[in-house]
């Protein structure tokens, strides 16, 4: 992601963080230690602003998992035929 785009979101992904897991900074404040609840609320906030975050380009910030491909019986067999009509009396292809 580029530099210009990290300064962009960070204020964004603040506010939704503190409005998603209000807990994490009351819980923190004065210099607490963060526990592994709040750290995970923040983590799964974090998760959830990048996947609504879009980037300068268009493009999103989080790539979704690889898709598992399918088993050979999911598989359905296709088949392309072309028509080899012969030319039209006029010697063109197409009428």
């Known amino acids: 992601m580029p530099v210009g ?3 962009a979101s960070r204020p964004s992904c603040s506010t939704n963080c503190n ?3 209000s807990g994490v900074y009351e819980s923190i404040k004065g210099g607490k230690a963060l526990d592994a609840d709040n750290a995970k609320a923040l983590l799964e906030a974090t998760e959830k602003f990048k996947e609504t975050f ?3 380009d268009g493009s ?3 790539n979704e998992a690889e898709a598992e491909a399918l088993d ?3 598989v359905r067999p296709t088949s392309r035929s072309t028509s080899s009509a012969p030319p039209s ?3 063109a292809a197409c009428p």
Do not use: K, T, Y
């Open 72 to 74: 050979a019986g999911e």
């Open 19 to 21: 409005r998603s897991a």
């Open 54 to 56: 879009l980037a300068s």
């Open 89 to 91: 009396a006029s010697g």
């Open 5 to 7: 785009d990290v300064r």
């Open 60 to 62: 999103r910030v989080v």
